[in-house]
């Protein structure tokens, strides 16, 4: 059973960073995707980013350009590194990871932009 545990959220004004973390564990060797997606009340659940084994990646087209996700395989974990943030991005963000056998979800981390 994988667990993935989420820092890095928090309180932001518009035009600041946060860079959101989540590991895997324990280690496993079979993650294919790694993302974050986020949920506002009433709404969807968006992806905002993904990424690939390979390092190839994708982003929701909100975020194009202010966001930026990577990974470290041998820790089993990937980072969303947020700039320019704006009241609109402000919502819980999920981490997703894809393995060979299951998908998994995080318990979520808060992001409010305000000033």
């Known amino acids: 059973q994988v667990q993935l545990v989420e820092s890095g959220g928090g309180l932001v004004q518009p035009g600041g960073s946060l860079r959101l973390s989540c590991a895997a564990s324990p280690i496993v060797a079979d993650i294919s995707l790694m993302a974050w997606y986020r949920q506002g009340p009433g709404k969807n659940r968006e992806l905002v980013a993904k990424i690939q084994s390979d390092g190839a990646t994708n982003y929701g087209d909100s975020v194009t350009g202010r966001f930026t996700i990577s990974r470290d395989n041998a820790k089993n974990t990937a980072y969303l590194q947020m700039n320019n943030l704006q009241p609109e991005d402000t919502t819980v963000y999920y981490c997703?990871?894809?393995?060979?056998?299951?998908?998994?979800w995080g318990q979520g981390t808060q992001v409010t932009v305000s000033s």
């Open positions: 997703f990871v894809r393995t060979l056998v299951r998908d998994y």
